[in-house]
């Protein structure tokens, strides 16, 4: 059965947008056909301070992939592409920080028209609407307004 996801693509460390690219050639490859895309936005750190900019899209993809399957394949990709969450896990909390500068971020912001909630994966993802540059590249996704999204996900968890 063919499913329908929101991934958002984020980082800040290198050639993000390069990455962004190279990281749809390498979710083809495994089964993950982004079939829609947002343009590239750009902003500040959220959640902790960094100078580098981060560059974020919202892709819409078609797999047979189950949620936390997608996942694995996600994660998959942000290691391929240079991601170390142990360095990551390390520099927070170095920093006393939630969050860090990272080269590849990829969330499930939605997964059909599902309500999830794993120890590993929550979707809707539950930031979505406290995070502008996550509604930005979303909701031009979606072509939709701020108001049509939050009405999408109240739906959802109804």
């Not at 993950?32 to 959220?46: D, I, K, L, P």
């Not at 290691?79 to 896990?89: F, H, K, P, W, Y």
Request: with cysteine.
């Amino acid at each position: 059965m063919m499913h329908r996801a929101i991934i958002l693509a984020g980082g800040n460390i290198g050639d993000t947008a390069r990455r962004f690219v190279e990281a749809e050639r390498l979710l083809q490859e495994r089964g993950v056909e982004v079939v829609a895309r947002s343009q590239n936005y750009e902003s500040r750190a959220w959640g902790f301070e960094s100078e580098m900019l981060f560059t974020n899209c919202a892709w819409g993809v078609a797999t047979e992939l189950q949620a936390e399957e997608l996942l694995d394949v996600l994660q998959e990709v942000e290691a391929l592409l240079g991601r170390n969450r142990d360095v990551e896990r390390e520099e927070k909390l170095q920093r006393g920080a939630r969050y860090c500068s990272r080269t590849l971020d990829l969330d499930i912001l939605f997964y059909d028209e599902e309500h999830i909630s794993t120890e590993r994966l929550k979707v809707p993802h539950p930031l979505i609407m406290e995070r502008d540059f996550v509604i930005t590249p979303l909701c031009e996704l979606l072509q939709c307004s701020k108001e049509q999204l939050a009405d999408k996900i109240e739906k959802i968890y109804d």
